[in-house]
Nanobody
């Protein structure tokens, strides 16, 4: 059974930065498009950013210019560099295939607060 493990979250002040990581227990991410999602308390899960195997990226408008998605295919890992964080970015962050084709991992919590 494939496992997804997110890490790198934490508490940060507005304007700060975090780098999230997503590791898969197998090489299932290889040759597949991947994505980051987030879910704030009491709200629906939403797509944050996606990346194809070839490196083409797409971003939700609320993070465009602030977040950068990347991947390391040799390590079965992808990343989300988050800069200029705002309180509205507070949420649990999850990784998956671009159309959420795998069971969800536990996520990693990001809290942006003074």
């Amino acid at each position: 059974q494939v496992q997804l493990v997110e890490s790198g979250g934490g508490l940060v002040q507005p304007g700060g930065s975090l780098r999230l990581s997503c590791a898969a227990s197998t090489n299932i991410f290889r040759f597949r498009a991947m994505a980051w999602y987030r879910q704030a308390p009491g709200k629906q899960r939403e797509l944050v950013a996606s990346i194809t195997y070839g490196g083409d990226t797409d971003y939700a408008n609320f993070v465009k210019g602030r977040f950068t998605i990347s991947r390391d295919n040799a390590k079965n890992t992808m990343y989300l560099q988050m800069d200029s964080l705002q309180p509205e970015d507070t949420a649990d962050y999850y990784c998956n295939l671009i159309h959420a084709g795998l069971p969800w991992g536990q996520g990693t919590q990001v809290t942006v607060s003074s």
